[in-house]
């Protein structure tokens, strides 16, 4: 049997369920849930979070500013893949290049959880972090549905990680 064009065939199958997706009730309510929580979490963070900062012991203050690091990174991937999708949606990107490494999720970022215990931090900070988190994994498993063969290069370094790594270097955190 001939397999002539099963590539291209199977890719526009693909392509269509992806531009399905993105035209989608679920992708409409989780790309609303993601904008939210990222105007949510900067209004928290420069506004209660930083009065609530101040209050923290040294090792609390030094906590939270890895956390809150860690929440910004994770919710800037998380708008970042949405905005991809709604460019897929709206036709001003291929859906082929929206499975490019450098537009999916980096699994490092919900790996790189502090070891700060919850009782140190801002419930303010604590309830935006376990909201993300449950935000990004479920981001994360649409990601890994919509483009299984295009799994990112797990030895490239991400560029936004590498920065975080810096700070955390610089700051003396624990990680």
């Not at 609303?32 to 900067?42: K, Y």
């Not at 449950?134 to 919509?146: A, H, I, K, Y």
Request: hydrophobic share 40%; charged share 25%; glycine share 8%.
């Amino acid at each position: 049997m001939d397999d002539f064009g099963a590539g291209p065939v199977k890719y526009a199958l693909k392509g269509a369920a992806i531009q399905d997706f993105a035209a989608s009730e679920l992708f409409e309510r989780t790309f609303q849930e993601g904008m939210d929580l990222v105007e949510e979490t900067a209004a928290y963070l420069d506004g209660g979070g930083r009065q609530d900062s101040k209050l923290l012991s040294r090792n609390a203050a030094l906590a939270y500013a890895g956390e809150s690091m860690r929440l910004t990174t994770q919710l800037m991937q998380v708008a970042s893949w949405l905005l991809v999708q709604r460019a897929v949606r709206q036709g001003e990107m291929a859906a082929e290049a929206a499975g490019e490494s450098h537009y999916r999720l980096n699994d490092d970022v919900a790996a790189a959880a502090s070891e700060a215990p919850i009782e140190d931090l801002p419930m303010g900070l604590v309830g935006l972090c376990e909201r993300s988190e449950r935000l990004f994994e479920r981001v994360r498993r649409l990601d890994q549905r919509m483009y299984p063969q295009q799994q990112p290069d797990a030895d490239a370094p991400h560029p936004v990680l590498s920065q975080f790594d810096r700070l955390r270097d610089a700051f003396g955190l624990v990680g």
